[in-house]
């Protein structure tokens, strides 16, 4: 099984719709994070926990949410989906000390049409 | 705040040739760590290497080396021996230690895309 896990894959929604991403991990990591990646801007960090009760917004939270339901789950929400959030989500975990790496998930890609 | 620039938007590179991909970053903080990411067509993010601010010695993973310049603040990203797998895209990406104003993040340049020749 993959350390870190999101569902779903695909996703094409309609706008206005609310729809949420989510991201598990068996890393046993504490700090976790959601980005979108969108073509020549890389990845941009949206949300991001470094535990159950410590979540921050990243430079791009603006029409997004979290939810961190336990060390291993945090989900993130379109509460009302715009074409411009078309993008590649990406989950990541990591551990506290700056020399670990991210482990990310498989990506999800949501249209919003 | 912390910042990952990579300018090169597109790089070529023969097969069997080395390529550089370069990478700078601003940070105010002492104490960071660098990493680089492979992200082939299929889209999953791979770890490359590592490189922290107090290595003395640049960073080695098999044919990837990072090319580290504290002073300049750039840690381009070399790979020898270049191979048709070694087309995708990269990213340079930054975590800052403690202390640092955005302690924990992990920040990531626009991404190289590599394109390797036959």
């Known amino acids: 099984d993959a350390d870190v896990t999101q569902t779903p894959r695909n996703r094409i929604t309609k706008t206005g719709k609310r729809i949420m991403l989510e991201c598990s991990q068996t890393k046993g990591h504490d700090r976790m994070y959601w980005y979108r990646q969108d073509p020549g801007l890389g990845l941009r960090l949206i949300y991001y926990?470094?535990?159950?009760?410590?979540?921050n917004k990243g430079e791009i939270s603006d029409g997004y949410s979290v939810s961190r339901q336990a060390q291993a789950k945090f989900s993130l929400s379109l509460e009302s989906a715009i074409p411009n959030q078309t993008a590649l989500y990406f989950c990541a975990t990591s551990g506290a000390d700056r020399n670990t790496e991210a482990f990310f998930g498989q990506g999800t890609r949501l249209t919003v049409v | 705040a912390q910042k990952i620039t990579q300018t090169q938007p597109g790089m070529f590179v023969q097969e069997k040739e080395a390529v550089t991909l370069d990478c700078t970053y601003d940070t105010s903080d002492q104490s960071y760590g660098l990493f680089w990411y492979k992200q082939p067509s299929s889209g999953e993010m791979i770890f490359l290497i590592y490189?922290?601010?107090?290595?003395?010695q640049n960073a080695t993973e098999g044919r990837y080396s990072l090319n580290f310049q504290k002073a300049r603040k750039s840690a381009n990203l070399v790979i020898s021996a270049s191979q048709l797998g070694d087309s995708a895209m990269y990213f340079c990406?930054?975590?800052?230690?403690?202390?640092?104003?955005?302690?924990?993040?992990?920040?990531f340049g626009q991404g190289t895309i590599l394109t390797v020749h036959p």
């Open positions: 926990s470094f535990d159950v009760k410590d979540i």
């Open positions: 990406a930054m975590r800052e230690g403690p202390g640092g104003t955005s302690y924990g993040k992990l920040t």
């Open positions: 490189q922290g601010s107090y290595d003395e």
